[in-house]
């Protein structure tokens, strides 16, 4: 343990009262860090830099946070783990379960060019959100459906227009009647115009789209792309141009 560090601290418990530098332990416990703190656990009130652990914990982060769980009063920055929450969360959120107290909650549903159908429960930041989606091709519902997750930001110029950024993961999966289940990664990059009508938006956009299927043969059991778009039918991963329109609250 020791007052202050200005440099380097590396041992098995590292306690500070403030980091300038690097603090390397299994456990980091400090009052303030500016620069990285690196451990299994981490605990900091404040932080200026990268805290990077199993699990972090901090009163204020203004940087980045990568663990398995991540928790903070109030995030700047990036947060990047399975499960990152916090009370005031105004940063770029990747995991599996992102939320923050000021985040707000809402709904989109669209269709795409490919015959799918997507809802997500949408939760905002003031320049973020992320998506936790549930996606159908419309014609069989039934046996061809799935699940994904989605990260983004937002733009706002005005107060009716809004231009959203966002990257989609979705797993698909065919149920046949008959034969084996077939599944696909599917992931998409887009980019889209929002119009506010009262508390309503319509929006649509343009996409790019990369299917990675389990078994490259009859892809249409899993997404029928419309026509103009020929792949070789051993072709395991399908990239394509997509365009798509939805309403969101």
Not at 8 to 24: C, D, E, F, M, P
Not at 70 to 86: C, F, H, K, M, P
Not at 103 to 132: C, I, N, Q
Request: aromatic fraction near 8%; proline fraction near 3%.
């Amino acid at each position: 343990a020791t007052g202050n560090v200005n440099g380097l601290q590396s041992t098995v418990v590292g306690w500070a009262g403030g980091v300038r530098g690097a603090q390397l332990a299994v456990v980091n416990i400090a009052g303030s860090v500016t620069g990285v703190q690196a451990g299994v656990v981490n605990l900091a009130r404040s932080v200026r830099g990268t805290q990077m652990g199993v699990v972090n914990l901090a009163a204020m982060a203004k940087g980045a946070q990568i663990g398995v769980l991540n928790l903070a009063d109030t995030l700047r920055g990036a947060v990047i783990g399975v499960v990152n929450l916090a009370r005031d969360l105004d940063g770029l959120p990747l995991g599996v379960v992102s939320l923050g107290l000021n985040m707000r909650p809402g709904v989109d549903a669209w269709m795409e060019e490919s015959g799918w159908g997507t809802a997500a429960l949408r939760f905002d930041a003031s320049r973020f959100h992320v998506k936790y989606a549930a996606t159908a091709n419309v014609t069989d519902p039934v046996h061809r459906f799935g699940g994904g997750l989605g990260f983004g930001a937002h733009w706002k110029p005005d107060s009716i227009w809004k231009i959203h950024a966002d990257l989609l993961a979705r797993q698909i999966l065919n149920l046949p009647k008959i034969g084996r289940l077939r599944t696909a990664q599917w992931n998409q990059v887009s980019v889209s115009v929002h119009r506010g009508i009262g508390p309503s938006r319509l929006f649509a956009g343009l996409s790019y789209n990369v299917l990675v299927l389990d078994r490259a043969d009859d892809a249409n059991r899993l997404l029928n792309l419309p026509g103009a778009y020929q792949f070789d039918a051993g072709d395991h991963v399908r990239m394509w141009p997509g365009v798509f329109a939805g309403i969101g609250f």
